[in-house]
């Protein structure tokens, strides 16, 4: 495959960052990308707007690492074993996020923090229109305050991870058969 991929085409993800999944076959988003190309990895552009906070989230299945292209980005971070730990960022940094890991991007500067997100197993976002069928991001709380309020006992964080590889699957295929029928995987 000779060719460049770029990113572009940003548009607003549920978690309220901006994202170009442009290295990702496994997007609703991306048309270009063949199916196989990248085997269980993915790669995205992401833009975290000066100011911004994301929603706290959790990756059931995935490890992402977030890598900081420019600007500042502090990474709030909470898993079962350890206690809050806050990395803050600058070009040429990342922090690894496993799965089950809550955690949100935070955005304090006055510019826009530029990051490429890699990930594996290759991160599913499937979508028909508007609507969003499925996501491997799973939204927790707008803040952090939110989550200490339900002592980390909120119905989002109830998931049974066996039914979410399951409804992962049906994503994939779903969106490997779009692909197929599309001529571009």
Do not use: C
């Amino acid at each position: 495959m000779n060719r460049v991929f770029e990113a572009s085409g940003y548009f607003t993800v549920p978690d309220g960052t901006d994202v170009s999944a442009f290295l990702n076959a496994t997007d609703a988003t991306e048309r270009d990308l063949p199916w196989d190309a990248l085997g269980e990895l993915s790669i995205a552009s992401g833009r975290v707007p000066a100011g911004v906070h994301s929603w706290v989230h959790v990756h059931p299945v995935v490890t992402q690492v977030t890598y900081v292209l420019s600007g500042r980005l502090t990474i709030r971070m909470k898993d079962e074993a350890a206690a809050f730990s806050d990395n803050t960022l600058g070009p040429g940094q990342a922090v690894l996020t496993r799965p089950g890991t809550l955690y949100q991007l935070r955005n304090d500067a006055e510019v826009d923090a530029h990051v490429l997100y890699i990930v594996t197993p290759s991160y599913v976002f499937h979508m028909d229109g508007d609507e969003i069928l499925y996501d491997d991001a799973v939204l927790v709380a707008r803040t952090w305050e939110e989550v200490l309020e339900h002592e980390y006992r909120m119905p989002q964080l109830a998931f049974d991870v066996d039914d979410v590889q399951a409804r992962r699957a049906a994503a994939r295929e779903a969106l490997r058969a779009a692909k197929a029928g599309d001529g571009s995987g």
